[in-house]
């Protein structure tokens, strides 16, 4: 069983810039990979950045070149640099992890941390 729990999320000016944390409990986590979603109200939950065992990252339009996901195997931790947020950013965003060597779909996820809100107002 994994344990994830997000920290790191708030409110920011459109511009700015912020720093999610995922820290993993449970299993062993140099043999997972990592994902972020986010979900904003009356929306589906979708794909944000995704780190594999081997450090390859894969990042959704909107967010390329703004968004950096990272991993530390030594902290369990995971992390995604955000930086030039807009308004649309707004959401709750979802740290994840998987067996699977990688994956951008909800669905190729096993464990789920409970989310952190992140505003970007304008």
């Known amino acids: 069983q994994v344990q994830l729990v997000e920290s790191g999320g708030g409110l920011v000016q459109a511009g700015g810039s912020l720093r999610l944390s995922c820290a993993a409990s449970g299993g062993t986590f140099s043999t997972y990979a990592m994902g972020w979603f986010r979900q904003a109200p009356g929306k589906e939950r979708e794909f944000v950045a995704s780190i594999s065992r081997g450090g390859r990252t894969d990042y959704a339009d909107s967010v390329e070149g703004r968004f950096t996901i990272s991993r530390d195997n030594a902290k369990n931790t995971v992390y995604l640099q955000m930086n030039a947020l807009k308004p649309e950013d707004t959401a709750v965003y979802y740290c994840?992890?998987?067996?699977?060597?990688?994956?951008?779909?909800?669905?190729?996820?096993?464990?789920w941390g409970q989310g952190t809100q992140v505003t970007a107002s304008s």
């Open positions: 994840a992890s998987t067996s699977l060597w990688w994956g951008t779909r909800p669905d190729q996820y096993d464990y």
